[in-house]
Nanobody, 121 residues
């Protein structure tokens, strides 16, 4: 079992920045996990934003390439998402996820409670 707790969401104006963090606890040392950030806006399906496979390679959705950076601090079991040049369409609830699969997707086994990101124009 893995527990995930997100932090760092908030409200910013377009063009601003936010840094999300996800603290992982529980069974994080006995096996490798993929981890990632997903988001869901009202009335829309949950979508992947950026993930790190358990080999450590990042993946980004096309709509965030060049603006967002995902990173993982293995010593602290923490996942980060640096979000720059935010747009109103980035407004959503952002979720951290983890899974023992090589890649994370929306079927990941472990999810945090989410943190709200609101970008005003």
């Amino acid at each position: 079992q893995v527990q995930l707790v997100e932090s760092g969401g908030g409200s910013v104006q377009a063009g601003g920045s936010l840094r999300l963090s996800c603290a992982a606890s529980g069974d994080t040392s006995s096996r490798r996990y993929c981890m990632g950030w997903f988001r869901q806006a009202p009335g829309k399906e949950r979508e992947a934003v950026a993930t790190i496979n358990y080999g450590g390679s990042p993946w980004y959705a096309g709509f965030v390439k060049g603006r967002f950076t995902i990173s993982k601090d293995n010593a602290k079991n923490t996942l980060h998402l640096q979000m720059n040049s935010l747009k109103p369409e980035d407004t959503a609830m952002y979720y951290c996820a983890a899974d023992s699969a090589y890649y994370c997707n929306t079927n990941a086994n472990y999810w945090g409670q989410g943190t709200q990101v609101t970008v005003s124009s």
